[in-house]
C-alpha cells in the first residue's frame, strides 16, 4: 500500500519524551502539534504494569499513538488516517517492536536505512513504519540517525563531525557521502546525575543563561575541563559553594561547563563540525565551542533536521522503498 503523496504524521518517540506532527509533505511544514512525557521509558513502565503477554505488546504502545492521534486531531478540528513513521526509540528493546540495527557505514541519503511497515488493520487505521537505528562494532544509536538524514550534506567533504548533543550525546564521522563511525558521551546523562543525584546537589540551583555571571562561570568550567581530570574538577563544584566562591546558580552553570568541555575535547579542531541541537542545547555547545576555540563549524536546529530527516523517509516510502 503506497500512502498518499501529501499528508503525514511524523512521530519521535525517545526515551523522556513522545512528540506528534502532523506535515504536509508537499509544502514541507508542520500543520500541528502535540507532545507529551509520554516516552519510551514510562510506556515500557506502564505495558510490565499490565501483566500482558509479549504478543500484546505492539497493540498497547499503539494504543498510546492512537491517544495522542486523537489528542491531535482533537486540537486540530479534524480527522486524519495518514501514514505514521515513527523514530527513536520505538524501535528498541525498551519500544513497540524491536528492529536490527544497520551497520555502519551508513548512507545520508537514508537509502539503506532499515524501515519496517505495519499495515492498517480493524484496531489501528494506520500505516506504521518504524525507523530502526544504525551501530558501529562498539556503539549504536535510535533517533539521531533521522536527524543526520535532514542535516542537508551534499556529501562533498572529505571528513566532518556531526556532533548531537543530549543524553547520550552522538559525535558522528562523515567521509563523504558515509556516516562511518560514531561516539556516545554520556553528558547529559551524568550532568543529572551529579546535579540531582550526587553530593553537589547541594551545591547546585538551576538558573538562567540570559545572566551575563552564569555564562562566565560556564564558560570557565569549560576551560577547566581541559587542564584537569572531570572526576577531580567536579569536586571543584562542592569547594565552590564551601568557600563561597559561586552562588549555586553560578556552580550549576560551572558544572555544566565542566562536563560539556570534558565532552569536547575529543574533538578534532582541524576538521569541520556541524552543531545539530535544539535552542538550549545550542546555546550551551555554541559557548563551549567558542570558548575552545573551534573556527570551522556551524550551528543547524534539531528539530528542523529531524522533520527534514522525516520527509526523506516519507518520500521514499511513497517511492516504494520501505522494507519489511
Known amino acids: 500500500m503506497k500512502p498518499d503523496k501529501k499528508i503525514f504524521l511524523s512521530c519521535d518517540w525517545g526515551s ?157 564521522v562523515v567521509c563523504g557521502e558515509k556516516v562511518v563511525s560514531f561516539a556516545t558521551f554520556m553528558t547529559g546523562e551524568l550532568f543529572r546525575l551529579l546535579a540531582q543525584h550526587s553530593m553537589l546537589a547541594q551545591s547546585v540551583a538551576a538558573g538562567t543563561w540570559d545572566d551575563i555571571r552564569h555564562q562566565k562561570t560556564f564558560a570557565k568550567g569549560v576551560t577547566d575541563s581541559a587542564s584537569m581530570n572531570l572526576l577531580q574538577s567536579s569536586f571543584r563544584v562542592r569547594i565552590n559553594d564551601l568557600f563561597h566562591r559561586l552562588s549555586k546558580e553560578e556552580n550549576y552553570f560551572y558544572l555544566s561547563g565542566l562536563v560539556i568541555g570534558t565532552e569536547l575535547q575529543s574533538l578534532d579542531r582541524s576538521l569541520s563540525h556541524l552543531l545539530v541541537a535544539d535552542k538550549s542545547l545550542s546555546l550551551l555547545y555554541t559557548k563551549a565551542l567558542q570558548v575552545m576555540k573551534f573556527l570551522n563549524w556551524k550551528h543547524i536546529d534539531a528539530n528542523d533536521c529531524l522533520l527534514k530527516g522525516h520527509l526523506k523517509i516519507y518520500r521514499r516510502i511513497v517511492d516504494g522503498g520501505a522494507k519489511d
Open 16 to 172: 523522556s519524551r513522545f512528540r506528534l506532527r502532523l506535515v504536509d509533505a508537499l509544502e514541507e511544514k508542520v500543520l500541528g502539534e502535540i507532545e507529551s512525557g509520554e516516552g519510551i521509558v514510562a510506556t515500557f513502565t506502564a505495558w510490565k504494569k499490565t501483566g500482558k503477554a509479549e504478543p500484546h505488546r505492539f497493540a498497547f504502545y499503539c494504543s498510546v499513538i492512537q491517544k495522542h492521534i486523537g489528542l491531535l486531531e482533537q486540537k486540530m478540528g479534524t480527522k486524519t488516517t495518514t501514514p505514521i513513521i515513527v523514530s527513536g526509540m520505538a524501535s528498541s528493546t525498551l519500544g513497540m517492536k524491536e528492529l536490527p540495527y544497520k551497520a555502519t557505514p551508513f548512507l545520508i541519503t537514508g537509502d539503506d536505512l532499515l524501515i519496517d511497515e505495519t499495515k492498517p488493520d480493524d484496531n489501528f487505521h494506520f500505516p506504521l513504519y518504524q525507523v530502526s537505528g544504525i551501530k558501529t562494532a562498539d556503539d549504536v544509536m535510535r533517533g539521531e540517525e533521522t536527524q543526520i538524514l535532514g542535516c542537508g550534506l551534499q556529501g562533498d567533504e572529505a571528513k566532518q563531525i556531526i556532533i548531537l548533543p543530549g543524553t547520550h550525546s552522538k559525535h558522528a
